[in-house]
């Protein structure tokens, strides 16, 4: 299975809005609504921040949002904080039964 | 509240067996709806998606590694595990074990050496 495409870095001056995008294909976040994002801080787990494409567990903030059009999903983080500087990943399930991963994404908060 | 807790082998030699075991607290693997499952990161890269698998013993590995995994379910004592054959130094990660298809809950992680 192929790996989703995201793009290596992202950076955001505190208070701007930043987007992740997440490319895949028909085979998985074009034909399935089970795509998730996960934020991960250095050598800590990763934890889910949105899940079936735009819904947030409880306990996460508003000022993150997925979305998705065809076969490319995306994360938005308004309100950047210094906090935010990490790692993402997007996830989606594929037409194998199987969960697939992007390359990550890290946020540089300036 | 739910906790995973990774346990296992830190080192294990080239071309033997790596094998962990996940703890399940908060929920009950035999009554869930969720499917069980590991992912791994090596360090410094992405994750790695390793398998799923349901309470039932219906499982779901990744093409890549499916040759070498084995994943099982213990409802007795509320764990499932994880059988990795032939390591090489490309298996060394952090090795998660999470709840759902989609990762929803994470264990701490436990990082596996393969190293002689």
């Known amino acids: 299975q192929s790996a989703l495409t995201q793009p290596a870095s992202v950076s955001g001056s505190p208070g701007q809005s930043v987007t992740i995008s997440c490319a895949g294909t028909?085979?998985?976040?074009?034909?399935?609504?089970?795509v998730s994002w996960y934020q991960q801080h250095p050598d800590k787990a990763p934890k889910v921040l949105i899940y079936?494409?735009?819904k947030r567990p409880s306990g996460v903030s508003h000022r993150f949002s997925g979305s998705k059009s065809g076969s490319t999903a995306s994360l938005t983080i308004s309100g950047l904080q210094a906090e935010d500087e990490a790692d993402y990943y997007c996830?989606?399930?594929?037409?194998?039964?199987?969960?697939?991963f992007g390359g990550g994404t890290k946020l540089t908060v300036l | 509240q739910l906790q995973l807790q990774e346990s296992g082998p830190g080192l294990v030699k080239p071309s033997e067996t790596l094998s962990l075991t996940c703890t399940v607290s908060?929920?009950?693997?035999?009554?869930?709806?969720?499917?069980w499952g590991w992912i791994r990161q090596p360090p410094g890269k992405g994750l790695e998606w390793i398998g799923s698998?349901?309470?039932?013993?219906?499982?779901y590995y990744n093409p890549s590694l499916k040759s070498r995994v084995t994943m099982s379910v213990d409802t007795s004592k509320n764990q499932f595990s994880l059988r990795l054959t032939s390591a090489t130094a490309a298996d060394t990660a952090v090795y998660y074990c999470?709840?759902?298809?989609?990762?929803?809950?994470w264990g701490q992680g436990t990082l596996v050496t393969v190293s002689s």
């Open positions: 996830g989606s399930y594929t037409a194998s039964s199987t969960l697939v």
């Open positions: 999470v709840r759902d298809m989609m990762a929803t809950d």
């Open positions: 698998i349901y309470y039932s013993g219906s499982s």
């Open positions: 908060g929920d009950s693997i035999s009554r869930s709806i969720f499917y």
């Open positions: 028909s085979s998985d976040i074009g034909d399935y609504n089970y």
């Open positions: 079936d494409v735009n």
